[in-house]
């Protein structure tokens, strides 16, 4: 009602609504990425509604009991109790919001296809619902083309018309979770509009939350920008991982190495070597890239080369460990193996693609007997296989054969793993200001 008394055009009346704050948004899926987003919404005056099917997140949010590591948990409590925030698993509550932000997961096939199955049901629920005067944006990361070849002909069966009934926008999430130093909020956000209008009310939109937004001519640069940043740092990690094996052969520390070269003030940048990638992007985004390209004809060799030596990574450490278990006599079928850290990187708790998992099952194959300790992940379950972590004592560090850092959390005692264990080995570098290191450190 208020839409049709209201003066000016929809995009007008929906960029006032949002520079007002009295816009109703819906964030579909309230995930790592979702979460902190509704969040953030909320906390400068928006009403905003997460769906997600997943009952336990809903209840969770529900409650005021934060999951996501960067998402303050007082904040989300007082977000929740005021009423400015709630979560369903009812779609049919998002279908009243003024704009939908989707974040569901964009995972591969077994064959390392796309999958963009969770993009298609919700935008299906949405296409069932559209009404004039609303915004979509999809952050989820993806190919180029998804928003206007898949998300755009679903919305259309509405009868609506785009750039004029309804916006569409693709505007990527670059969260990186955490570094407390860029949130969502100071991260510049990058938004294409399958028109000018998508893109003028998708800019408004965002510019009520983040400090820079910058408009690109569509969705399709703006889905390439996101899926190019992560490609970037594969591409990086793999060449760095790949100096480390080389460095591995001819005896040099690829650390000092690195140490010596980041002295340069220009021209280089910092990439560190590790077990391998994880997390739920740098695996997985760089192959929407290729499985797109090869429709034209085109074979993305740098992603495919350092997706070979990325994955790659587990199985070298797996070697080192047996290279070091073998300097003392031992093989690792029977050794009692501690690992450090299965997150898959520092100061997080999520263990997705982690390589830390993979290098466990390597181990575990070749007969080792393996504990693990992380302070940010009590326990995981990864192909049926329910795992714990054990308190990180003393008792637990001299019983272990060795101990392997996987994941380099800020928090983890490391003068005392290396006092107390009997070999280390160290794929992150994480023992650097341990005093008197020594040989018992085997270094990446
Ligand atoms: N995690 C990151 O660091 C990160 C960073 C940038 C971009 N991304 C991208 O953001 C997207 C979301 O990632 P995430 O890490 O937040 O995933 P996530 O798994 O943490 O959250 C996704 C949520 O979507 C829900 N969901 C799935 N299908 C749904 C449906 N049909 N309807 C409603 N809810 C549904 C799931 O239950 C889950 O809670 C992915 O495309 C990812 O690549 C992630």
Redesign the pocket.
């Known amino acids: 009602m208020e839409l049709l008394e209201a003066p000016g055009s929809l995009r007008e009346q929906l960029k006032r609504k949002f520079a007002r704050r009295n816009a109703l948004i819906g964030v579909?899926?309230?995930?790592?990425?979702?979460l902190p987003l509704a969040v953030e919404k909320a906390k400068v005056g928006f009403d905003v509604i997460g769906?997600?099917?997943?009952s336990v997140?809903v209840d969770q949010v529900n409650q005021g009991l934060n999951y996501i590591r960067d998402v303050d948990d007082a904040e989300l409590t007082r977000l929740v109790e005021s009423g400015k925030l709630q979560a369903t698993t009812d779609f049919s509550t998002l279908s009243r919001c003024d704009a939908i932000v989707i974040?569901?997961?964009?995972p591969l096939t077994a064959n390392l296809d796309p999958d963009i199955s969770?993009i298609k049901?919700?935008g299906e629920?949405i296409a069932a619902q559209l009404r004039p005067g609303q915004l979509i944006c999809l952050?989820?990361?993806?190919y180029p083309g998804t928003t206007e070849e898949v998300l755009l002909p679903l919305l259309q069966r509405s009868g609506l018309k785009v750039g004029e009934d309804f916006f569409l926008c693709f505007s990527?999430?670059?969260?990186?979770?955490g570094n407390a130093r860029y949130t969502t909020k100071n991260t510049n956000k990058v938004v294409g509009g399958v028109t000018a209008a998508c893109r003028d009310v998708g800019s408004c939109f965002y510019q009520q939350t983040i400090l820079e937004v910058l408009e690109v001519s569509s969705p399709k640069v703006a889905e390439m920008c996101k899926v190019f940043e992560n490609t970037f740092r594969s591409v990086n990690i793999a060449l760095v991982n790949e100096m480390a094996l080389l460095c591995d052969r001819l005896g040099i520390s690829i650390w000092e190495v690195l140490d010596a070269a980041a002295t340069k003030p220009f021209g280089i940048m910092r990439f560190d070597p590790g077990p391998g990638v994880g997390?739920?992007?740098i695996p997985?985004?760089p192959f929407y890239l290729s499985w797109k390209a090869r429709e034209y004809d085109f074979h993305t060799r740098f992603i495919e080369l350092a997706g070979e030596i990325n994955i790659g990574m587990p199985y070298f450490v797996r070697e080192k460990v047996a290279r070091a278990l073998n300097a003392r006599g031992r093989s690792i079928n029977g050794a009692n193996i501690l690992v450090l850290g299965v997150a898959y990187k520092k100061d997080i708790e999520?263990w997705r693609e982690s390589p830390a998992v993979k290098v466990m099952e390597l181990l575990l194959k070749d007969g080792a007997k393996i504990d693990y300790h992380d302070p940010y992940v009590p326990k995981f379950v990864e192909r049926d296989v329910q795992w714990h972590s054990i308190p990180l004592s003393r008792e637990c560090l001299e019983r272990a054969d060795l101990v392997a850092i996987l994941t380099d959390h800020s928090n983890v005692d490391y003068e005392k793993v290396v006092q107390y264990a009997k070999v280390v080995i160290d794929t992150r570098n994480a023992t650097r200001n341990v005093r008197n290191r020594g040989s018992k450190v085997v270094l990446l």
Do not use: F, I, K, M
Request: proline letters at 8%; a negative charge.
């Open positions: 579909a899926g309230v995930g790592y990425v979702g769906y997600d099917r997943n997140r974040c569901v997961p964009t969770y049901a919700v629920q952050e989820s990361t993806t990527p999430e670059r969260v990186d979770p997390g739920h992007c997985l985004d999520d």
